[in-house]
Nanobody, 126 residues
């Protein structure tokens, strides 16, 4: 059974930086794409960023493009989301997820991901 565990969340000031990590265990990591999503209270879960299995392809939501960077270290079974210049509207619980299918293109649809972590809270103060 694949397990994903997010870490690195917390309180950060607007304009600061924060790096989230997502560590996988119990299954194959290196041949599956990875995604980050977020959910704020009262809102639907939304796409943030995705990265292909090799790390060569990335895809970002317009709201975070140029500020956030997704990456991965397959040797460590770990993915990352570097959050630079966060804004108060980035406040949410952040989730990482693994693609359902190996060796396929990046996607923003949460329905294409089957394993999810428990999330880590990010709060951005103004």
């Amino acid at each position: 059974q694949v397990q994903l565990v997010e870490s690195g969340g917390g309180l950060v000031q607007a304009g600061g930086s924060l790096r989230l990590s997502c560590t996988a265990s119990g299954g194959t990591f290196s041949t599956y794409g990875l995604g980050w999503f977020r959910q704020a209270p009262g809102k639907e879960r939304e796409f943030v960023a995705a990265i292909g299995w090799s790390g060569r392809s990335t895809y970002y939501a317009d709201s975070v493009k140029g500020r956030f960077t997704i990456s991965r270290e397959n040797a460590k079974n770990t993915g990352y989301l570097q959050m630079n210049s966060p804004k108060p509207e980035d406040t949410a619980r952040y989730y990482c997820a693994r693609r359902k299918v190996q060796f396929v293109a990046v996607t923003r649809s949460l329905f294409d991901f089957d394993y999810w972590g428990q999330g880590t809270q990010v709060t951005v103060s103004s």
